[in-house]
Each structure stands twice: as structure tokens, then as C-alpha cells.
């Protein structure tokens, strides 16, 4: 993935030719302050989509932790467990 740099007075001067570098490269822009990284600007579908895959990292992560530990049930219980809750809902 390309880093794309600019200038904290780009966001003020060149703020729609920033939002559609982002959109039609589907990169992060990382903003400087004083020439130092401050900010990074992405594009909103790029934003929830990241946010979805930390959201499937965090869960796969606690289901291995999980397993590691010997809190998992047999798959025919869960199933059962499953169908169960799901008549009593009726």
C-alpha cells in the first residue's frame, strides 16, 4: 500500500482533492503538524470496513483464547442449545 503524505494546510486548502485521493486510491493520508505524523484521513467505506475486520481479529481472538482454555461445549450441545432458544422465542 502507497503512504500518502501531506500537509496539515493541504487539509485546510485542498480538502476535496484530499477526500477524493482517498476514495479513488483507497489509502489512508497521513496529515503532518510540524512535519511529524498527526493525523491519518480515510475514506468512510475504508473506515467501517477496517473496523469490521478488528471487530472479526478481536472476536476469533477471544473463541481461541477460549478454546485454550477449555471453555467450549460439544457442537451438538451448542446446536441443541441454539434450537432451543430459538423455540422458546415462538
Known amino acids: ?21 482517498c ?4 489509502t489512508p493520508i497521513i496529515i503532518t503538524k510540524n ?3 498527526d493525523t491519518v484521513v ?3 467505506q475504508d473506515y467501517n470496513q477496517m473496523q469490521s475486520e478488528l ?3 478481536r ?3 477471544e473463541a481461541e ?9 460439544p457442537i451438538q450441545q451448542t446446536f ?4 432451543n432458544s430459538l423455540l422458546e422465542r415462538k
Not at 483464547?65 to 461445549?73: C, H, K, L, P, W
Not at 441443541?80 to 434450537?83: A, C, E, L, P, Q
Request: aromatic content about 2%.
Open 59 to 61: 472476536t476469533l481472538a
Open 1 to 21: 500500500m502507497e503512504t500518502i503524505v501531506r500537509p496539515s494546510a493541504d487539509l485546510r486548502n485542498h480538502y476535496n482533492e484530499i477526500s477524493q485521493e
Open 35 to 37: 512535519g511529524k505524523g
Open 65 to 73: 483464547e477460549d478454546a485454550v482454555n477449555g471453555r467450549v461445549a
Open 80 to 83: 441443541n442449545d441454539i434450537r
Open 55 to 57: 471487530e472479526l481479529l
Open 42 to 44: 480515510m475514506g468512510l
Open 23 to 26: 476514495h479513488e486510491k483507497r
